[in-house]
């Protein structure tokens, strides 16, 4: 029974993050009806932000990580305006090959210097011991950050004017631009913050556990079950997918091998888009 | 009110309108010449080289083909976007592999086998995941494939994560491991002309036809008397059951299956690549498509200056041609000289 608590405890602390980086990918659908196939490697890029001005620098990974979320606004504006911008009217096919590739110059570049060996940001605060369960503390203030952010994201969609815009332009697109939303800005600010928070999770991610410049691929296809699962477009909704994720994995390997997670999460994903497209949570389709 | 003029009229237009079709039909016949030709002189390459090793590059090049233009049929034609097609060919691949490893059947019997796995699955698949329009579906294929390798990496008659090799025995049948390989370039070489011959079929028929209006408009298409549902999911299957007797054709080559190499998700990507590099929706695109990618990345490999970063300069030319040349290589040429759209089908 302890057990279990402490593998229950553990999933949801790690879901927290989950449904971070999920958060970022399910934005930019929501706003733009783009699946954005770079959202693994940006991961990665912010795994190897936090590892590079740590091991490098010696920065606090919690320190990096504001750098990290900056280069990462800022990256994801340049990939909507050299890659997006033009075929965001375009059929699926047009954007998803587009973000792919920008997923696959990533990868090159990220492989040709980083070599695909494995990294780690060795930096522990110790641990936490609650009766019997003993949980690391970056995993407590991973959690705690993730929330804290979404929270963040939460009141900046809803109380500031940039927050407001997007709203509108994912709401409609036209009607946003005939009351003077500037959208291609819009849009371009909120791919930015998609990628923001792709990279500051994954750079949370890597104060968790050892990482390559390929370990986004994993990420990114645990947020798009998220996504699924909360309803794409639907930022809290990827919170609570991003926690039910996290208690699945948690909860899975007390009763079957581990190996069985992912065909489960994998089964899970195409009946929930089989049955409920819109999502768990019913998030509106606009 | 018709006056006898506008009757007139109207039979002048049926005239044109039909005899525009008869020259059509003829055109389309000088439509396959292209295609076969590339497909033949790919296959009699190696005899006039004689050496393996351009046989080995060609049976890339062939694999390459076929899979795209099996997605073609798909993707370019009924414009749904298959991101996991890999799944047919490592389903295909696994279950033929699994009749000649553990059962002993021969490389005749279990190919078929692969095939209607594949086009098994596709169909059910079909029933289920086909009403997704756009990105949803695009999503859902990811998925399937991702839960077919997991599957399959815990599935223990199927060998779990070590997968199955074949006994070197087997090769003895087939007149020892260096006929096999001959023999095994032969087999696709017939797959890919058979293939592509489909392909152009397909494309000329009613069923084409219907399929490319559900590309333009499923709901307008509908309307005219299309019936989506089962067109899609023929569609769905016929893109399916090459890529799975191929898969098994392509292990037994191999001599061993795993799950990592046999539900590729990068390598589905690839298909997607090459049919969008020649122009999607076209027979002669995926070819093109096919020998042009291939032969990229053999040159990428081996130049020392790209060598390192060849994934990122094939991600830009990548984001390139979907910037700047969304209809392809044929595509474009079409549009550019429509002279000689008979021959560019």
């Known amino acids: 029974m302890d057990f279990l608590l402490t593998s229950i405890l553990d999933g949801l602390l790690l879901g927290f993050v989950y449904g971070l980086a999920a958060m970022g990918l399910t934005l930019i659908w929501g706003v733009m009806n783009v699946i954005n196939l770079s959202h693994g490697p940006i991961i990665s890029l912010g795994m190897f932000g936090v590892y590079l001005l740590f091991s490098g620098l010696g920065i606090n990974p919690y320190v990096a990580l504001i750098f990290v979320a900056i280069f990462g606004l800022l990256l994801g504006i340049v990939i909507y305006f050299v890659a997006v911008n033009r075929v965001i009217n375009a059929p699926h096919l047009s954007t998803l090959l587009a973000t792919f590739s920008v997923a696959m110059i990533i990868t090159g570049l990220g492989t040709a210097v980083f070599s695909a060996s494995p990294r780690n940001v060795d930096y522990s605060l110790g641990s936490f011991t609650l009766g019997s369960a003993t949980i690391p503390i970056n995993r407590i203030v991973a959690a705690a950050l993730s929330m804290l952010i979404t929270a963040g994201l939460y009141i900046y969609l809803r109380r500031t004017r940039s927050g407001r815009y997007i709203r509108a332009v994912a709401n409609n697109r036209n009607a946003a631009e005939l009351m003077g939303v500037p959208s291609v800005r819009i849009l371009a600010l909120s791919f930015g913050i998609g990628t923001m928070l792709a990279t500051v999770a994954g750079g949370l991610i890597a104060t968790l556990f050892p990482f390559t410049i390929l370990a986004g691929g994993t990420y990114e296809l645990k947020s798009f079950v998220i996504g699924v699962l909360g309803g794409l477009g639907n930022p809290v909704g990827a919170l609570l997918g991003g926690l039910i994720l996290g208690v699945l994995e948690g909860i899975i390997p007390t009763f079957m091998p581990a190996t069985w997670v992912p065909v489960i999460e994998f089964i899970l994903f195409v009946l929930i888009l089989m049955v409920r497209p819109q999502g768990l949570f019913g998030a509106k389709k606009s | ?345």
């Open chain 2, 1 to 345: 009110m018709s006056s006898p003029n506008d009757t007139q009229l109207a039979a002048t237009d049926t005239k044109t309108g039909l005899s525009a079709v008869l020259a059509q039909n003829a055109g389309s016949f000088v439509g396959l010449i292209l295609p076969v030709a590339i497909i033949l002189a790919l296959t009699i390459w190696p005899t006039i080289t004689g050496k393996d090793i351009t046989r080995e590059s060609i049976f890339t090049i062939m694999l390459s083909i076929a899979l795209a233009s099996s997605l073609n049929i798909l993707l370019g034609y009924t414009g749904y976007v298959s991101f996991g097609h890999v799944v047919f060919f490592g389903l295909g691949g696994y279950v033929g592999f699994y009749l000649m490893a553990v059962q002993g059947w021969s490389l005749w019997l279990a190919m078929p086998m692969g095939g209607l796995a594949a086009g098994l699955l596709a169909f059910l698949l079909g029933k289920a995941i086909l009403r997704l329009r756009g990105g949803y579906f695009a999503l859902a294929t990811i998925g399937v494939n991702e839960a077919m390798r997991a599957f399959i990496n815990n599935f223990k008659p199927f060998g779990g994560p070590v997968g199955m090799t074949l006994n070197f025995q087997v090769y003895k049948d087939y007149g020892g491991a260096a006929r096999a390989l001959s023999l095994a370039f032969y087999i696709l070489a017939a797959l890919t002309l058979l293939i592509v011959i489909i392909s152009y079929l397909v494309r000329t028929s009613k069923f084409g036809l219907g399929l490319l209006a559900i590309r333009e408009d499923e709901d307008a298409a509908e309307v005219m008397g299309v019936v989506a549902p089962s067109a899609k999911t023929w569609a769905y299957v016929l893109s399916a059951i090459l890529p799975g007797i191929i898969g098994v054709l392509f292990f037994f080559k191999n001599g061993s299956i795993e799950p990592v190499p046999a539900f590729r998700l990068n390598f589905s990507i690839e298909m997607i690549v090459m049919v969008m590099l020649g122009g999607q929706g076209t027979v002669l695109g995926p070819i093109i498509g096919g020998v042009g990618y291939q032969s990229l990345r053999g040159f990428l490999l081996t130049s020392p200056l790209f060598k390192n970063i060849q994934l990122a300069v094939a991600g830009a030319l990548l984001l390139v041609i979907v910037l700047f040349v969304p209809a392809g290589l044929v595509g474009w040429l079409r549009n550019r000289f429509p002279a000689l759209r008979r021959v560019l089908q």
